[in-house]
């Protein structure tokens, strides 16, 4: 203890007075807004304490509450509501009610109460709902504080300890006008005091009453509510353990109450008592007849010459939840349904509808017989002769285990008026099949099926109204929807739709609903023939963000032809994956993503950019040039391979001219080196060129074959086609040799501007390497032979075999008889 914190030992002393105190105000165990506390399932043991002051509403309902002291609410001077049921509390001190004047709501159902505690609401002036029943209490008796309630509207008293109902019992409320006054007995009411009910004035009655010992009461309180009128009056266990066997007619005061519904909830109902209701419910002015969830059973000792039930017009008769189907045909016919409007036989367990049962039905306008597994070849029996229902308009057969849709359009082809059907839960719509309708039908429900793309064929033309909804449903027959043209509404809601067709054609289609289904993408042109399309629904559909999509929903919502109803908060994005979960409304790409033609339009003018940034590039650097050379080059390699020997040259050089320099050569360059002694061997293409063979193939094969190669450079040569080759080759050649064969003589002045571009090798040469620059003064052209020599070297040995090959070479080309074409081009070089 020493070595915990402060707070820490407060808590704990907190939990400590907890566990001993009950109901301490350390925490309230309560939800509350001020308002409002919920308090529902504490188990809590007392009021608590610490609520605020100025709640409206307080629910204390499944507690553990075992009294009420009479300051537990007194500090609640605004409550309106108060609920204490399911607890069990025995004790309410006097006045405990009395600072909640306000209150109108008081609920004590479900307590321990031993006695009417009426004088606790002598100050609840406002009260209008209050509920004491199912307290243990064994007189139901109303103080006389009750007259004083004025407001009340709803009041329910009794509990399984109340055995008899006396005649004062409810005589504080004669003057008080109820909706709904409700009184629980005992499992057997032991005596019912003449005179009890006729005080009551109510809208609805409610009696959970059982008579299985007693049932002479039940004209007694039959008589007690004559004259009187209801809106409903409800038995409840009327019969809790035994079926009526007497004779005497317990319901003959029926007729003179006017009652709009009458229920019988629960409770054994044999032949014989069901006989009695209807004969005096035929009698009466009764509307609705409800027979929900009670026990039918035949009557062993059944007098089959009895009156039969054919004049019971009803409003509404509504069997419901009863277990043995037999009630449906109670006295071995039908003719009870004969003259009801809505017949409603819900869970009844039926798996069979005799012909005759068919024909009663004449009066019936809306025929309800859901939930009854029923086959739809138990409705329909082929060897019945169907009479016309000519009333009924609407039939709903939802829930059952019908599987033919056929088998339903040829039952109903003989009700002409019938507009709505109803065929919810079913197996429908998985056959192939072929339907007639009847002409009048507008409206059809096959929610929640089996649905083909095949049920289109069976569909009627004429309904405005088709719900195809949670059928898994996965193709669409566009066909359908162009014959009919009075749809109106189409709920297609969750199915497995995966696409939605451009081509849907519908005139008069208003309202479409496609939630929930597995499409990604919607075209702008989606609904462009749906023309009368006004309400649209489409979300929870696994989108795809594209631009389709955003078009579409921006050119929807734009329009604002079409209503999106389910926008935006349904709509979220499946695809791509990084765009999962995001809401559609927050998907907006941009435009260049988006517009096609801005798509088309950069990137022609890219590639257009592209494509001229290379022409010029080729232009600049002459790049056909030199692919057309170099593959000459490769082509001329290949040829060659096959002659070259290797290391030694033939010639000490090759002079590369123009045509026009073509004198000056002849006559001063090689006149000078081919007569110096002992003379150097020059090649020149006019005379050196082997005839015969392709030109490029000669250039290349002398150039190698020089020691050095000589340029005579003038503005001719510069714009020589021929010279520029070999320039080019002996460049090539001159690859990791640094350009030392190479001489240049000037012999016109070239300005590198005269240079095209592609000779940058040469410029780089005139730049850094010296130059021959033939004088034009004789006296130093002297000096320019000394240079040149100089520069040639030496002479060495001649070599033979080169001019032998020249030789066979030149009288294999004379010789072949065909050497013009080679021959013009050996006489091209240079010009
Ligand atoms: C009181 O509480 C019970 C149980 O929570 C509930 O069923 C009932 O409707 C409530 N009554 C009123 C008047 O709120
Ligand atoms: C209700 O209270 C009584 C005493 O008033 C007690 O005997 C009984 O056990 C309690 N019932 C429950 C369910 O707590
Ligand atoms: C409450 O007061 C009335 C008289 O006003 C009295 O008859 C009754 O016995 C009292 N009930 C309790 C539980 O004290
Ligand atoms: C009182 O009860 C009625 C019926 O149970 C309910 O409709 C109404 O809202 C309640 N009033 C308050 C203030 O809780
Ligand atoms: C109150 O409800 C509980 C459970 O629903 C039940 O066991 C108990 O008998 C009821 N009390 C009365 C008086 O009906
Ligand atoms: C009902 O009203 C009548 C006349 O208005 C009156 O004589 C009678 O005493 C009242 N009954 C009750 C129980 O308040
Ligand atoms: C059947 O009814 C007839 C006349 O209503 C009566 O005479 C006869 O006793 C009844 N039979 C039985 C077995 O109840």
Not at 387 to 410: D, K, Q, V, W
């Amino acid at each position: 203890m020493e070595t915990l914190p402060r707070h820490e030992r407060l808590l704990m002393f907190c939990i400590l007075v907890l566990g001993l105190v009950e109901g301490t105000q350390c925490q309230t165990p309560c939800e509350t807004n001020g308002f409002y506390a919920n308090c529902k399932g504490r188990s809590l043991a007392a009021v608590p304490k610490d609520l605020p002051t100025a709640l409206e509403e307080l629910d204390l309902s499944y507690n553990r509450l075992f009294q009420i002291k009479i300051d537990d609410f007194s500090s609640f001077t605004n409550l309106r509501a108060l609920n204490l049921s399911y607890n069990n509390i025995s004790f309410i001190e006097n006045g405990s009610f009395a600072s909640n004047t306000l209150l109108i709501n008081l609920t004590l159902f479900n307590n321990s109460l031993t006695e009417m505690p009426s004088a606790l609401f002598e100050p609840l002036q406002f009260l209008q709902v209050l509920d004491i029943s199912n307290n243990f209490y064994s007189c139901p008796t109303l103080g006389a504080e009750f007259s004083k309630l004025e407001n009340l509207q709803s009041l329910s008293v009794g509990g399984p300890l109340v055995s008899k109902v006396l005649k004062g019992d409810f005589a504080p409320i004669k003057n008080i006008s109820l909706q709904k006054f409700s009184l629980k007995t005992m499992s057997s009411l032991g005596f019912y005091e003449k005179g009890a009910f006729s005080v009551l004035n109510t809208q609805t009655l409610w009696l959970d009453i059982a008579l299985d010992t007693n049932p002479q009461a039940l004209p007694l309180i039959l008589k007690d509510l004559a004259g009187k009128s209801f809106n409903s009056l409800r038995f409840r266990n009327l019969f809790e353990f035994t079926y009526y066997m007497d004779a005497m007619d317990v319901f003959s005061g029926l007729a003179d109450i006017f009652i709009g519904e009458l229920t019988f909830y629960r409770g054994k109902f044999n032949e014989n008592l069901l006989r009695l209701t209807l004969k005096n419910v035929e009698k009466s002015n009764v509307q609705d007849l409800l027979l929900l969830s009670i026990d039918y059973a035949r009557s062993l000792s059944t007098n089959r010459t009895s009156v039969r039930i054919k004049d019971l017009g009803l409003q509404n008769l509504v069997i419901k939840d009863v277990t043995n189907p037999d009630i449906l045909r109670f006295d071995w016919t039908f003719t009870w349904f004969s003259r009801v409007s809505h017949l409603y036989i819900i869970n009844v367990n039926f798996n069979f509808v005799p012909c005759d049962a068919w024909s009663q039905m004449v009066s019936v306008e809306r025929l309800d017989i859901s939930s009854n597994r029923l086959l739809a070849s138990n409705l329909y029996n082929l060897l019945c002769q169907y009479s016309e229902l000519p009333n009924l308009h609407t039939f709903i057969a939802a829930n059952n285990n019908m599987r033919s849709l056929y088998t339903i359009s040829l039952l109903t082809s003989t009700w002409p008026k019938l507009d709505t059907l109803d065929l919810t839960s079913n197996y429908l719509g998985a056959r192939d099949e072929i339907c007639t309708w009847t002409p009048k039908i507008t409206k059809l429900i096959l929610k929640d099926n089996t649905l083909k793309v095949e049920v289109f064929k069976c569909l009627p033309v004429t309904v405005e109204h088709l719900d195809l909804s949670n059928s898994l449903l996965e193709r669409l027959d566009m066909d359908y929807f162009n014959r009919n043209t009075n749809l109106k509404e189409l709920i297609l809601s969750q199915n497995k739709l995966k696409f939605i067709s451009r081509d849907w054609k519908c005139p008069n289609l208003q309202v479409l609903a496609l939630e929930g289904n597995s499409f990604g993408v919607i075209d702008t042109g989606s609904f462009k023939d749906l023309p009368e399309l006004r309400r649209l629904t489409a979300g929870d559909n696994p989108y795809h963000c594209t631009c389709d999509l955003y078009a579409f929903f921006t050119e929807t919502l734009n329009e604002r032809r079409i209503i999106l109803a389910d926008w935006p908060q349904a709509y979220y994005c499946y695809h791509p994956p990084q765009l999962l979960d995001t809401k559609v409304e927050f998907y907006t790409p941009g435009q260049v993503e988006c517009d096609v033609r801005l798509v088309v339009a950069i990137s022609v003018s890219i590639t257009a950019v592209v494509v001229i940034l290379c022409m010029l590039v080729c232009w600049r650097f002459d790049i056909p040039w030199y692919l057309r050379t170099t593959c000459s080059i490769v082509q001329s390699k290949y040829r060659s391979r096959s002659f070259r020997d290797g290391g030694e040259h033939n010639y000490h050089a090759f002079i590369s001219y123009s045509h026009s320099d073509a004198d000056w050569v002849r006559a001063e360059l090689l006149y000078r080196l081919e007569n110096c002694s002992p003379p150097y061997r020059i090649c020149i293409h006019e005379r050196d060129f082997l005839p015969g063979k392709w030109i490029i193939d000669n250039i290349i094969e002398n150039i190698e074959n020089s020691r050095k190669i000589i340029f005579v450079l003038s503005h001719n040569f510069v714009n020589s086609e021929w010279c520029n080759y070999e320039l080019y080759f002996a460049h090539q050649r001159a690859i990791g040799h640094a350009f030392e064969d190479v001489i240049l003589v000037v012999k016109e002045k070239v300005t590198m501007e005269d240079l095209p571009k592609r000779f940058h090798k040469l410029r780089k040469m005139l730049r850094t390497k010296t130059y021959l620059e033939w004088p034009s003064e004789q006296n130093r052209q002297h000096f320019f032979w000394i240079q040149l020599k100089s520069i040639l070297g030496k002479v060495s040995p001649p070599v033979t075999s080169q001019e032998s090959l020249s030789v066979v070479s030149e009288t294999v080309a004379f010789g072949s008889g065909t050497p013009s074409v080679e021959l013009s081009k050996v006489t091209l070089p240079c010009s």
